[in-house]
């Protein structure tokens, strides 16, 4: 029976390491791509809007906002998304990219290349748009 106990004790035990081993990998590659950056981002862009909303809030109370309201909240929830979706070899992998020259070249320009996508993208569907509705009036199903 101490030797089941036992057995079981350890089957739990490094279950449990081998968890906590991949929630560090995943902490490490939200680091590396800078998503660990997005609760700051957030933050930064949301308190301005309530400092416009009212203005005679001193500039100490906004700062205590941003210590508070820090990202470990927003990991916590990050974390367990990464680990349902990747193994933990996945990830192990996923870091061994980031950590080398191409992965941090593209960390350098993936919001460049975002950017540049957004604007892409919302040129394309403003054209297609007209193109659709220019359609539409060729074929007699609109009148403008």
Do not use: C
């Not at 960390?107 to 054209?127: D, N, R, V, Y």
Request: without cysteine.
């Amino acid at each position: 029976m101490k030797r089941i106990t036992a057995i079981v004790f350890f089957l739990i035990l490094a279950f449990s390491l081998s968890g906590q081993s991949k929630a560090d990998d995943i902490q490490t590659l939200l680091e590396l791509t800078n998503s660990a950056d997005l609760s700051r981002q957030v933050i930064e862009m949301l308190i301005p809007q309530y400092q416009s909303m009212v203005p005679d809030v001193p500039g100490e109370y906004w700062q205590g906002l941003i210590d508070e309201f820090n990202g470990d909240e927003l990991m916590g929830l990050i974390i367990p998304i990464y680990d349902r979706n990747f193994t933990h070899d996945e990830i192990k992998d996923l870091i061994a990219f980031y950590e080398s020259p191409t992965g941090r070249r593209f960390i350098e320009l993936q919001p460049k290349i975002m950017q540049e996508s957004m604007e892409a993208g919302q040129k394309w569907g403003m054209e297609l748009a007209q193109r659709i509705q220019q359609r539409l009036v060729d074929d007699g199903h609109l009148s403008l």
